[in-house]
């Protein structure tokens, strides 16, 4: 089990920029496969990019471009730099150890609104 926690939300104006820090309790470097979700209000949880050991990367369609997804194994610490946001990026963001079992952040608010 790990213990993530998400920082770094908050509110912009349209066309700006986050970026998001997702602090493991221990090392990452064994974790295959690293996520960020999203959960807009009435709507289901949502991937919004994901990156491997390796460093491969995926991400969801609407955030292509314009998001970037990145880790630190050396500081426990995975990323999601948002830039061009838009007010449909507002949403809860969570951190996750998207391999099996499962553990997830306690999420952040991230609100694109002018």
């Known amino acids: 089990q790990v213990q993530l926690v998400e920082s770094g939300g908050g509110l912009v104006q349209p066309g700006g920029s986050l970026r998001l820090s997702c602090a493991a309790s221990?090392?990452?470097?064994?974790?295959?496969?690293m996520g960020w979700y999203r959960q807009a209000p009435g709507k289901q949880r949502e991937l919004v990019a994901s990156?491997?050991?390796?460093?491969?990367?995926n991400y969801a369609d609407s955030v292509k471009g314009r998001f970037t997804i990145s880790r630190d194994n050396a500081k426990n610490t995975v990323y999601l730099q948002m830039n061009s946001l838009k007010p449909e990026d507002t949403a809860v963001y969570y951190c996750?150890?998207?391999?099996?079992?499962?553990?997830w952040g306690q999420g952040i608010q991230v609100t694109v609104s002018s």
């Open positions: 996750a150890k998207a391999v099996s079992p499962w553990d």
């Open positions: 221990r090392s990452i470097v064994s974790i295959n496969r």
């Open positions: 990156i491997t050991s390796s460093g491969s990367t």
